[in-house]
């Protein structure tokens, strides 16, 4: 799951950040409204924790401007109490659900992984390809008796082939959803990260092996 976290006050930004962190969440932070919505813009997350004071473009145009766009990312946004109004003007605006300041931790990590829900990206508890099952909670690549534990990247690039059975995965979309719209990650780092990936399929003595299209990308498929 990644998740974006628009916030001027570093200092929650920066705590929001760690918690996503802690839950293994993928997770970038920005200070700032414009550089938010370009980011949001991107289509690439299942959440985004929004502030309505920004600098630059308001927590509420941020959210105008991406349901225009028919960008329909849950956005769970942050007011402080003093603007109870804006709280309206936000969920008017189209965001999906608000916290006052100061919030607690558990709560708003219930509330993301609600609104990460509702988008139907994390109901499932596995993916399974063949005679291998992704647990998208405990974060293993399971075949028969057989169980191993992926890294985070391991782990977002694998559910993203799963998740995409039949099709090639372009090397770009796998930069983008598992490095962040903002990384300077190269073609390199996901061939690294694939070969890891590679190497525990082997242990696992599946079939399934990770194939590439040249130029463009990979895909699973049964070894013969
Ligand atoms: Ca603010």
């Known amino acids: 799951m990644r998740v974006l976290i628009v916030e001027d006050e570093q200092r929650i930004a920066n705590a929001l950040g760690r918690m996503m962190e802690d839950c293994k969440y993928a ?3 920005t200070y700032d409204g414009l550089d938010g919505y370009l980011y949001a813009e991107s289509g690439i997350y299942d ?3 929004l502030d309505i004071m920004l600098p ?7 959210v105008k401007r991406l349901r225009s766009k028919k960008i329909s990312t849950p956005v769970l946004m942050l007011t402080a109490k003093s603007e109870t109004e804006d709280k309206v003007k936000g969920l008017d605006s189209g965001a999906d659900d608000y916290m006052t300041k100061p919030f607690s931790k558990e709560e708003l990590l219930a509330r993301v992984r609600a609104l990460a829900r509702r988008q139907g990206d994390v109901i499932l508890d596995e993916l399974t390809f063949e005679d291998i099952t992704l647990n998208l909670s405990s974060y293993t690549l399971n075949r028969g008796e057989k ?3 992926l890294g985070l990247k391991e782990f977002e690039i694998l559910k993203i082939l799963m998740s995409n059975p039949k099709g090639i995965t372009q090397k770009e979309d796998l ?3 598992v490095w962040g719209y903002d990384s300077d990650a190269e073609d390199n780092n996901v061939e690294v990260y694939i070969s890891f990936i590679r190497k525990k399929l082997n242990f696992l003595g599946t ?12 895909y699973l498929e049964v070894a013969t």
Do not use: F, L, N, P
């Not at 630059?56 to 941020?62: A, K, N, P, Q």
């Not at 079939?207 to 990979?218: D, E, N």
């Open 27 to 29: 997770c970038d932070v």
């Open 47 to 49: 959440v985004i924790v």
């Open 56 to 62: 630059r473009m308001s927590g509420i145009e941020i």
């Open 147 to 149: 169980s191993i534990h």
């Open 175 to 177: 930069i983008t959803k």
């Open 207 to 218: 079939k399934v092996v990770i194939s590439t299209a040249r130029k463009i990308g990979y």
